[in-house]
């Protein structure tokens, strides 16, 4: 988005766990600031070396350490990329337990650190669940290996734990063990227009009893954001009469491991839907090939980049409640409506989308003609604050990074924040590592 | 089991969270020591007065504060009876994400304080992953509210995790927040016999691969234990002449959302199974019905029953890599043989069950006649020995509480060991939080 510049005036990248502990040491012994970083992929400044600390790369750390293919657990150096993990675990019919659209550069040791959740999040869950073991290089040098291939350990505190999602500020993580899911053998997806977005909490709840277990999406498009990709070449899939004036649309995806099954259940998931007496939907299509399974995704994950055509985009990665979803957009919307800053010279569209089985919806305002802090006043803090109201969360998963340490409040009381302190300053009296990011400064 | 006697002459059952925090308070102020106790169930003596502590009860706090069908998300008081929770929910179609044997007691607030494991773990993963949000009273008193309903949020540290399984030592949960899965429409049960362990590995590879996401529990039980459950009544369901010399047993569990399905499946792998040219299985069964379903787990459940009325057993809650399974349970009978300890004045039986799905060995030494420090000796650190040798855990979900505290060690490094120190130390510097459990004394 062109929002940071880093001013590391140098890169260390080393090659194993003890020239981390080595950097590390020297930089703790010279109060010298350390930015962790894996592939540079977030999008909240969290790993942008901004006063001038190192950067300490963990690219070079990318091999596989161990996989088994009967438990499924996978060991690996922090550096490796995401996408080059589930290459190397595919020949075993295994799966990552997560994915991401930056996977071909983003690597698994910033995934952890930020706590991605991305596409698979509803069927595989949180790292906090699959993550089974963490290396981490602790601000003093000190190697804590807890690089367990274990499901089940209970030893005393987690202490892994508090380094998935700590963006770098706790440590440095040099290796991970992940456990890692069977390969379905059968996918498919359907796309579905609803009349309201009313009717998409009833639909979630009948695709949920009828899918059962073969649900591995469902993600909501609103028409704004519909209309957008439609502009932008990304179908149309749908029949525009039978789409008529659609609200939002559903694109739910089913991972499982017999096709003729998961077809069975997906048709008449369709059929009960289309028959019904009040129907939820107004029309839906099933993808008959990998072809149109691919352009049923292509719609959903295209949305980002038509975004950028369209101007500067303010992005929001929100928890709210799901049936809140459409009033945050709405109200956001209004907002500059009453503000006047709706329009071709402010903010030409506000849209939603996202992953509702997770809560999680992303909020896009784009400004036609690029940033000005007079937008930024009228979204911030008021987006912030709306989303305190319904108790949500101002970054479901893009982390806080240097971007959000002011926004931390909305989400986290003071207590929390207070006990954030603590805890960081247990590991890094020194401030030295990842300074700056996370927590406001005081 | 016996083995421990509480000594507390006071017990305060509070009904509120601002209750907790005026006692601990109180406490805190003269450094009074408090056990908080949910259902007492644990195995290693976690919720036990033994410095005539105050018994700081959970049971009074037993309300349900929401639950929302849509997410599957409950919100409930520490203090709320597993089974109670189960049938709360039961009426939304939804379940808890666990299960345990002491469900008609245990409570969930003790439940994550152990991080309990137990019989749905193979499918809905662990605590860490599906409980969302705590409210603890931190031992100053102070409340720490985090007690989010959201699937994500990335706002900071996630201090909650290190309650997860820290058995009371860093605060007292009152709330807890947790997410259920709605509920299967069908379940199954496959009982099968295996000539050697060896094909214990292939099998359940081809298990995963053929039952893919309805797959629920994939449970081990070895010859002895089998046996000794047909000895106590709990069969027979297979067939002995089929049985043969078989050297062990599985117990496959299918939960899945369409019965007919789940049966296709089923008797496919079973046919797979019995016509393979070199067919990993003497002989196995496919409940006909639910109460067939039922004898099939009665077998595998009650086996702790059995144990008790054979003698008094020593009980190890191990992870070893699942290839271990046998040779551990092996070495020690070979032990017990060359000490001149096993038979009617020792140990008569030495077996092994447990979740294969986990890497979860539940391994048994009964002594016939009773405790007696010479067979403990022989067991201890004879045992913990062997597991640290195969990097796994001397406890994968029963805790360290007061009973393994030394045998932490075995399982965690010197670092780690020092930085859980640290981490109590910042949260309870009066050392009164369940004092004497977890950690080893210094």
């Known amino acids: 988005m062109g929002k940071y510049h880093g001013q590391a005036t140098t890169v260390l990248r080393p090659r194993t766990t003890q020239q981390v502990s080595d950097i590390v040491k020297f930089c703790a012994s010279r109060r010298i600031g350390i930015v962790p970083q894996c592939g540079n992929t977030g999008l909240v400044g969290g790993s942008i070396s901004l006063q001038k600390e190192i950067v300490l790369s963990l690219g070079a750390m990318n091999s596989v350490r161990s996989f088994d293919p009967v438990s499924g657990v996978l060991a690996a150096d922090a550096g490796c990329i995401l996408e080059s993990l589930s290459d190397y675990i595919a020949r075993y019919n295994h799966i990552m337990p997560l994915d991401l659209g930056a996977k071909g550069s983003c690597q698994i040791g910033g995934n952890i650190s930020t706590n991605a959740g991305g596409l698979r999040f509803l069927r595989y869950g949180s790292l906090h669940g699959t993550v089974l073991g963490l290396e981490v290089v602790l601000p003093d040098g000190t190697v804590l290996d807890q690089l367990s291939t274990l499901r089940k350990d209970n030893t005393g505190y987690d202490l892994k734990q508090l380094f998935i999602g700590a963006e770098g500020t706790l440590g440095v993580i040099t290796g991970v063990s992940i456990l890692t899911p069977p390969a379905p053998r059968a996918s498919n997806n359907i796309l579905l227009a609803l009349p309201h977005f009313k009717n998409v909490l009833p639909l979630f709840q009948t695709v949920k009893r009828q899918l059962g277990e073969i649900l591995s999406a469902f993600e909501y498009i609103d028409r704004t954001a519909y209309d957008m990709g439609l502009e932008h070449g990304l179908g149309p899939i749908l029949n525009p009469d039978e789409v008529g004036d659609a609200q939002c649309f559903v694109l739910a995806e089913t991972s499982g491991g017999n096709h003729d099954h998961d077809s069975e259940k997906l048709n008449n998931l369709l059929e009960s839907l289309m028959s019904a007496d009040e129907p ?27 975004l950028q055509k369209e101007g500067k985009p303010y992005k929001y990665d929100l928890s709210v409640p799901l049936a809140e979803f459409q009033n945050v957009v709405d109200a956001v919307r209004a907002r500059l409506i009453s503000k006047g800053l709706y329009g071709d010279h402010g903010i030409t569209k506000v849209m939603g989308y996202g992953h509702v089985g997770d809560g999680n919806l992303h909020l896009n305002a784009i400004a036609k003609h690029g940033y000005r802090p007079e937008l930024e006043a009228a979204l911030e803090p008021f987006i912030y604050e709306l989303v305190a109201s319904h108790k949500g969360s101002v970054s479901a998963e893009h982390g806080i990074g240097s971007m959000k340490t002011s926004a931390l409040r909305y989400s986290k009381n003071d207590v929390s924040i207070e006990w954030m302190r603590k805890i960081k300053h247990v590991f890094d009296p020194l401030n030295i590592m990842n300074p700056g990011k996370v927590l406001p400064s005081v």
């Open 280 to 306: 939820l939907i107004y029309t839906g299509t099933l993808s008959q090939s990998p072809g149109q399974f691919a352009s049923l995704w292509a719609l959903r994950e295209g949305l980002t980049e038509c």
